[in-house]
């Protein structure tokens, strides 16, 4: 697994980032937000959670991360920024038009994370970071449909994360 995804699956799944932040604080920050919902099999919010996102030229990856008090997930998207609007999902990003979602509760510390194994992102145009997505989603026999939408977010663009040990 390429090491910057793992990042982002690593910050997504571990982090229980304060959230209760004034929106308009948190707007000027490049801080958004991100909706989270079940589909199916049995429709339900999972909440609106704090979003961040980064982009890294060097990787072409455009990173969205989001906590709330019960769920955290992120968005990996190989993409030249700006560039693509629309999305392939997958288990992992491929080559660029690719991308992939995870999600798991916050509070099951030994829960496997939800990760896409299908769908599609799309991305809207506007000044700020915003879009929508659906994943077919799951870990073994566990099958579910995720769904969201995310806005607000001013993407960093200053550098890219760095990996312990590369």
């Not at 599609?120 to 969201?148: I, K, N």
């Amino acid at each position: 697994m390429n090491g910057r995804v793992f990042c982002v699956l690593t910050i997504a799944i571990l982090t229980s980032a304060a959230t209760g932040c004034r929106r308009e604080q948190a707007a000027a920050d490049g801080w958004g937000r991100l909706v989270l919902e079940r589909t199916a099999p049995h429709p339900a919010s999972l909440g609106e959670l704090r979003a961040h996102a980064w982009y890294c030229s060097r990787d072409s990856l455009l990173s969205i991360v989001g906590t709330a008090d019960a769920w955290s997930a992120a968005l990996a998207l190989r993409t030249v920024w700006p560039g693509e609007r629309h999305f392939t999902l997958d288990s992992l990003p491929g080559g660029v038009g690719t991308a992939m979602v995870a999600a798991r509760p916050i509070h099951d510390s030994v829960g496997i994370a939800l990760l896409s194994r299908s769908g599609s992102v799309d991305l809207d145009a506007g000044t700020l970071l915003a879009g929508h997505f659906t994943a077919e989603a799951g870990h073994d026999s566990t099958r579910v449909t995720l769904s969201g939408r995310f806005e607000g977010m001013k993407p960093d663009t200053n550098g890219c994360a760095s990996v312990a040990g590369g």
